[in-house]
């Protein structure tokens, strides 16, 4: 009988315990801040698709900018990244504070500054969960991951009601004074902290040239894809619920801020009961059951919430809502950090996020102008048969079984001693690998090579092919380009421990008296004669 890993483990190591404490304190803000822009767009504009536009307005930045973020993660010290981020949502909570009190504050200028507040979350999602990964251990990381959500949604539970209290007593410039002051615990927090910066002997790469490969990492990994896929579905179903929830609680069942408040926080209440079945959940179901269950849960209480007139029955379905959203997006969330080495687990949490949050985006502004147009409980309905499509694509699309590949660097790469003396940028450079197959031995050495191409262009070769001699039947020459020397460096330090499988299956399917022979070689164009003078010769105008 294995030992099973503590849900609270994760609270042994003192950095990540700080941390999780301090953002309780900022997400409690945050929900209090969401409910008094969600209530303060209810009093300022009769529009339904502009109450609906509020939660849009947060998603956006993420589907815009994660990437990004994902990329800046990667390269630059997470910590100074979160403490600008957080600095940055500080500076427009306070801003907003001031507006809302003075009266100043329109339709359009309270989604800009929702927007701007959601563009912080963007930069700073993606180096908070990547360093999650560097405070725990890796088998405390699905814990850790639930953690995170279970610590969201405590606040869930109570912040929405309190601030749903705050707005009714005080207005909504009360509810962003107190969220502009939550950030100053996670401030200080980070300020605190000083985590162990790994030192590379490698340029760091461009923005560009970093956003690139962390989508070809994600293209090239068919786990992952499917997570983004469902988890897009996922929220542009289920954001249906959320972004409608100050029209259920003001015209379904007659309520006030208050009930808002008090839905929300049920809504966090479940969630909280979700984050602490989903360990005892995996070890029951596949990870595709669980998702299904997600999606079932959500949308019976769609069809209940679109039907009820009720606040405590309203209420009691949402508590369902909630444990199928944590339940969905923490599995989500951990089997793309187990799927991911750390080199690009912040670009690849970024696709993740903005695939999921672009689909809540979506889904709020499509639920919006549905209710605009057919009314809340209609559009509810919608969700919830879009719900149970939901299900049916886990039929083609099942997730992954929920298990930790080795993805510690290899370290069997060491830099050749070169005749040549080549400069870091210089290339391109042509890489030819010549491997002695027998007859008998083609299938398996053909199937084993279809998986190194794959991880040949997910680590960043291009122009891959295999090729096999016309003369010499048995040798077969794998080749693939790189741009630079320091790319093809690069290249080999990504492989992973779980990659060292394919390379050891070549290796003994290779029938050589050597091991197989690496030839590296720079690019090189020569110049047809009569080229180079045709174009210096100057130009007669007649």
């Not at 005749?419 to 083609?442: F, Q, T």
Request: overall charge positive; glycine content about 8%.
């Amino acid at each position: 009988m294995t030992n099973r890993i503590s849900p609270l483990a994760p609270f042994r190591n003192d950095i990540f315990r700080t941390i999780w404490i301090a953002s309780l304190a900022s997400n409690f803000g945050g929900l209090i801040q969401a409910v008094g822009a969600a209530w303060l767009m209810t009093s300022i504009s009769q529009s339904v698709n502009m109450v609906a536009l509020v939660q849009a307005s947060t998603s956006l930045p993420i589907m815009l900018f994660s990437l990004l973020s994902g990329a800046l993660a990667d390269n630059f010290d997470r910590r100074r990244i979160m403490l600008t981020a957080q600095g940055f949502m500080l500076a427009v909570s306070a801003l907003l504070t001031v507006c809302a009190y003075f009266g100043l504050v329109t339709p359009w200028l309270l989604l800009a500054f929702t927007f701007l507040i959601g563009c912080g979350t963007a930069l700073n999602n993606p180096s908070w969960q990547a360093s999650v990964g560097d405070m725990v251990p890796r088998d405390d990381l699905p814990a850790a991951v639930a953690l995170n959500s279970m610590g969201f949604n405590i606040t869930r539970s109570v912040g929405p009601a309190i601030g749903g209290a705050i707005v009714a007593a005080a207005g909504a410039a009360a509810a962003f004074a107190v969220n502009a002051l939550s950030y100053f615990a996670i401030l200080f927090a980070l300020f605190r902290w000083r985590p162990a910066v790994q030192e590379s002997r490698l340029p760091r790469e461009t923005l560009g040239r970093a956003i690139s490969a962390g989508l070809r990492y994600v293209a090239m990994s068919p786990n992952i894809a499917k997570v983004l896929m469902r988890g897009f579905a996922f929220g542009l179903s289920a954001s249906a619920i959320l972004a409608l929830l100050p029209l259920v609680a003001r015209d379904l069942v007659g309520g006030g801020p208050l009930t808002y408040g008090i839905m929300l926080g049920a809504f966090g209440l479940g969630a909280i009961g979700g984050a602490l079945l989903s360990a005892r959940l995996r070890e029951f179901l596949s990870s595709e059951a669980i998702v299904r269950l997600a999606f079932a849960g959500f949308a019976l209480s769609a069809a209940v919430t679109a039907t009820s007139s009720e606040a405590w029955l309203t209420s009691l379905v949402l508590t369902v809502s909630g444990a199928s959203w944590v339940l969905a997006l923490s599995l989500f969330n951990t089997t793309v950090q187990l799927s991911t080495p750390r080199w690009v687990v912040g670009r690849a949490l970024s696709l993740y996020q903005t695939t999921t949050f672009g689909g809540i985006a979506g889904g709020s502004w499509l639920w919006g102008a549905a209710a605009e147009e057919y009314g809340a409980a209609n559009a509810l309905f919608g969700s919830c048969l879009l719900m149970l499509a939901g299900i049916a694509i886990g039929l083609r699309f099942s997730l992954p079984e929920f298990k930790s590949l080795n993805l510690d660097p290899l370290n069997r790469f060491n830099e050749p001693l070169l005749e040549l003396d080549l400069k870091p940028r210089s290339g391109p450079i042509v890489v030819m690998i010549d491997y002695d197959i027998a007859e008998e031995d083609i299938p398996e050495f053909l199937k084993t090579m279809a998986e190194r191409r794959r991880i040949r262009i997910r680590d960043g070769a291009g122009h891959w092919a295999l090729m096999r001699d016309l003369e010499n039947p048995t040798t077969w020459t794998e080749t693939y380009h790189v741009p630079t020397w320091v790319e093809y460096v690069r290249h080999n330090q990504r492989r992973t421990q779980a990659d060292a499988a394919v390379g050891d299956r070549l290796t003994a399917l290779h029938r050589g008296e050597q091991p197989p022979r690496v030839h590296r070689m720079i690019e090189r164009q020569t110049i047809v004669p009569g080229h180079y003078e045709r174009y210096k010769r100057p130009v007669e105008m007649h």
